[in-house]
């Protein structure tokens, strides 16, 4: 068996349950995006149009771009979370996992790759909405499709590895309050950065959102100018993002080894 | 010769300063059903789960099926169930799938474990459950189902946990059943238990564990041979009676016990002895004769009895 066909089992595994809890993500995985889109690009969008006539994008389309990055955290987030207590201390599922052939890291291994495909099924469902609102042009919001599963992913193997160190759920709703939310509102997805005093935009700049969102944007709006994003190459927000899920992924595993197998 | 199935040679699992088995030896062979007997706490589990290859051995020698669990655990793990303590069965899948996934763990073909989803419910007496929500089952249906998914892969070793704790008695004679008829069928069962009654009716051979180490060896009527007298005469005492009556009992019996709420005669011949108890005036509120017991044997070895 090699890793790929095992990291398969979890993910045949991982449909089949959804199959059945679908309908529980409907909520947080397409209708909160959608109303976020609507409330913020429709509503307020008008508004800072008509102050502001001059961006080289209108707002809705601003912040399309940035929910699809945004979006994309909050889901990975949650995966790498709660299920990933459930699995280890409320129905400790893993643990049963592990009397099989399959090892801490194959369980991390294939909830990783479960991510990337809920995320890119997520992520097209959001964007073809974005579309229908007009906010989103179908050939470049396809292609910033992966950097957003990539964020997403990121999010998901960082945060298996903080919950695999963790005794219970308290933790992960401070993580959720005190982290995700500041990331989901300061990391470029409403306004740009541009728009905080300059030492808010040098912590924005090492957090990993600000490069999703970034990422996402000049990939989706190549015709976007420089009153909205940074001038930081491509390749950074890429680099940043790539090593954030490799080292999120070793940590993960080799602290669930730990956990699962002392 | 029969074959040894696992091995172990000073066997050691520490955590942090903590030792929880110390140094043992055990041979398990091919086709028997070998137990732990012991209380909570004794090492039992840690014992387990090194076997089961999800805790490393802190030092000492451990073979399962002649491969080292530290660089075989997949071999290992391919060939053996495990029945956990607790159920950890998936609560979002039903009862049918929960046997799936498993056998896709084990990397089965699907045509496969179709087929021995079909054998599996029908041995575990679940198969007007198939499409049932797991969390909806009794106890005793989860731990049937737990069993069953621990046999997906046709496993040559079987290894539970304190296979019946928490279940009542019905549950316990059918689970004790089912076990019955794997051990016919030539599986090796490893089981660990704090309950005597549950050590005697299903295993061949057993170790009595205590505080880590193992205190003695052998099936269970040997043991009560070894280590025990035939027949256990239980006196009760009225409120505060009992220790002047403990001054006047020496010499009545080969041994006994003091436990706090009565006192145990060790005798070879309970008529004989009730005889000299009366002939010294010995009045207890109630008197009962009974066989000696594994636990009997645990409270001689330890001075403590199983359960507390």
Redesign the interface.
Known sequence: ?TVL?RAR?TV??EL??YR??WRGTVISSFVNPVFFLAAMGLGLGALVDRGQTNLSVPYLTFVATGLMAANAMQAGASDGAFPVMAGIKW???F?????????PADIVIGRMVWGVIRLAFVLSVFTVIAGLFGALDFSTALMAIPPAVLTGIAFQTAITAFTATQEDSTSLTTLFRFAITPLFLFSGTFFPLTNLPEFFQWIAYVTPLFHGVELVRKIALPGIGGDLVTTIPLWVHFAYLTVMTAVGLILAARILDRR??? | MPENLVEARGLTKTFGSFTAVDAIDFDIRKGEAFGFLGPNGAGKTSTMRMISTVSPVTDGKLTVFGMDPATQGREIRRRIGVVPQEDNLDLELTVAENLYVYGRYHDMPRATIRERIDELLDFAQLGDRRKNQVEALSGGMKRRLTIARALINDPDLVILDEPTTGLDPQARHLLWDRLYRLKRQGVTLIITTHYMDEAEQLCDRLVVMDQGKIAAEGSPAELIRRYSTREVIELRFQEGEQDDAILRLDGLADSSEVLADRVLLYTDDADETQRALHARDINPEQVLVRRSTLEDVFLKLTGRRLID
């Open positions: 068996m066909t089992h045949e595994a089949i349950a059945r809890t129905r400790k599922e643990f049963a996992v592990i009397t099989t052939p399959m090892n699962l197998r002392p």
